[in-house]
Antibody
Framework: QVQLQESGPGLVKPSETLSLTCDVSGFSISSGYFWNWIRQPPGKGLEWIGSLYHSGTTYYNPSLKSRVTISADTSKNQISLRLSSVTAADTAVYYC????????????WGQGTLVTVSS | DIVMTQSPDSLAVSLGERATINCKASQTVLYGSNNKNYLGWYQQKPGQPPKLLIYWASTRESGVPDRFSGSGSGTDFTLTISSLQAEDVAVYYCQQYYSTPGTFGQGTKVEIK
């Protein structure tokens, strides 16, 4: 059974870059599936940030595309998220999630990690 | 982007009674070539990630109790909890995965009356 676990700094300063990792266990990210980042501001709804296919192909939400990079380290079975030039509006719980394709739902989620943007 | 709008924003239902949540898409999420609705429902309990309940608008994920059912087609969808249990208290989200970016409804909070 696949398990996902996000980690990274809980506090990031405005204008800096947010960096998170998602450790995947129970499934090799090289075997297929899409690996997604989704965020949820406190008390608010869900926003898809982007996804990465095991081949390295990436898809990003146009609203964030200029600031987002998603990558993979297959040797560590890990997915990474970088979001540059953050503001308070980027404060959210960040989830990694798996989906079979870009046109399927998210079938497995990590527990999420809260990132606060504040000086 | 396809805008997903849920109604109501919240509802309170007595234990054992039916709860109904609606979701409307700003454009169709029915793919004509395979007649599938690219619509899912998630349950999110406090402090937990969302959990997939229903996909293709009406197919229950493995292990999901059969009191949860999904219906609808095109732009209008419904999630029904036939007999509300205490453990069903949560926020429910619909999501379209017909086009990128996949978008979610704003959520419906279900409470016990």
């Amino acid at each position: 059974q696949v398990q996902l676990q996000e980690s990274g700094p809980g506090l990031v300063k405005p204008s800096e870059t947010l960096s998170l990792t998602c450790d995947v266990s129970g499934f090799s990210i090289s075997s297929g599936y899409f690996w997604n980042w989704i965020r949820q501001p406190p008390g608010k709804g869900l926003e898809w940030i982007g996804s990465l296919y095991h081949s390295g192909t990436t898809y990003y939400n146009p609203s964030l595309k200029s600031r987002v990079t998603i990558s993979a380290d297959t040797s560590k079975n890990q997915i990474s998220l970088r979001l540059s030039s953050v503001t308070a509006a980027d404060t959210a719980v960040y989830y990694c999630a798996r989906s079979p394709s870009t046109v399927t739902p998210f079938d497995s989620w990590g527990q999420g990690t809260l990132v606060t943007v504040s000086s | 982007d396809i805008v997903m709008t849920q109604s109501p924003d919240s509802l309170a239902v007595s234990l054992g009674e039916r709860a109904t949540i609606n979701c409307k898409a700003s454009q169709t999420v029915l793919y004509g070539s395979n007649n599938k609705n690219y619509l899912g429902w998630y349950q999110q309990k406090p402090g937990q990630p969302p959990k997939l309940l229903i996909y293709w608008a009406s197919t229950r994920e493995s292990g999901v109790p059969d009191r949860f059912s999904g219906s609808g087609s095109g732009t209008d969808f419904t999630l029904t909890i036939s007999s509300l249990q205490a453990e069903d208290v949560a926020v429910y989200y619909c999501q379209q995965y017909y086009s990128t970016p996949g978008t979610f409804g704003q959520g419906t909070k279900v409470e016990i009356k």
